[in-house]
C-alpha cells in the first residue's frame, strides 16, 4: 500500500483463500469491498482485526504527534526541568499510565474485531501476563 502498487487482480480472481485486515473504502484499491469484488464466489475469506496496543511503549511517534506527550506535559506544567524528566524516565519513577492506555486499546479492538472472523481481546486478556516479553537481540535470535 505504501509503495501504491496495483494489486494483483489476475491472482485474486484465482484465490482460494483470502485472509484480510478489513480496510475502509478510503483506501481505494486496496479498500476490503472493492478486493472482494475480484474474488471467486467459492473463496474462503477470514478476516483479523487491527491489532493496536498504545500501552506497549511510553511514547511514540504516532503520524503528526508524539503519543504520551501529555504525561511529560503535565510534568513540564507542574514546573519540573527538563534533566529532572529526563532523570525520572531513566529511573522509571515517570507513570506512564499503562493500565489505562492498555484497557483503551483493548477497546477500540473490541469494536475492530466486531466486523471480523477472528477474535483476540479475550485471548489477549487472559494471556499477556503469562510470559515475559523479553527485548534483547540475543532472545530474539532464538
Same mark, same amino acid.
Given at each position: 500500500m505504501g509503495n501504491r502498487l496495483p494489486l494483483p487482480f489476475d491472482l485474486l480472481k484465482k484465490a482460494d483463500l483470502f485472509i484480510y485486515? =478489513? %480496510?475502509k473504502n478510503k483506501h481505494g484499491q486496496y479498500a476490503t469491498d472493492n478486493v472482494k469484488n475480484y474474488l471467486p464466489a467459492a473463496c474462503k475469506k477470514i478476516s483479523f482485526p487491527y491489532?493496536?496496543?498504545d500501552a506497549l511503549? =511510553? %511514547?511514540?511517534?504516532?503520524k503528526d504527534k508524539i503519543a504520551g506527550e501529555e504525561i511529560i506535559l503535565n510534568l513540564i506544567e507542574k514546573g519540573?526541568?527538563?534533566k529532572r524528566i529526563i532523570n525520572m524516565f531513566c529511573t522509571e519513577e515517570i507513570d506512564f499510565e499503562f493500565g489505562r492506555r492498555f484497557q483503551k486499546s483493548m477497546e477500540i479492538l473490541k469494536q475492530h474485531e466486531a466486523i471480523t472472523d477472528l477474535k483476540v481481546v479475550d485471548y489477549i486478556i487472559k494471556k499477556y501476563?503469562?510470559?515475559?516479553?523479553?527485548?534483547?537481540s540475543e532472545s530474539s535470535n532464538k
Open positions: 485486515q =478489513p %480496510l491489532i493496536y496496543n511503549w =511510553p %511514547l511514540y511517534e504516532d519540573h526541568s527538563l501476563k503469562q510470559r515475559e516479553i523479553i527485548f534483547d
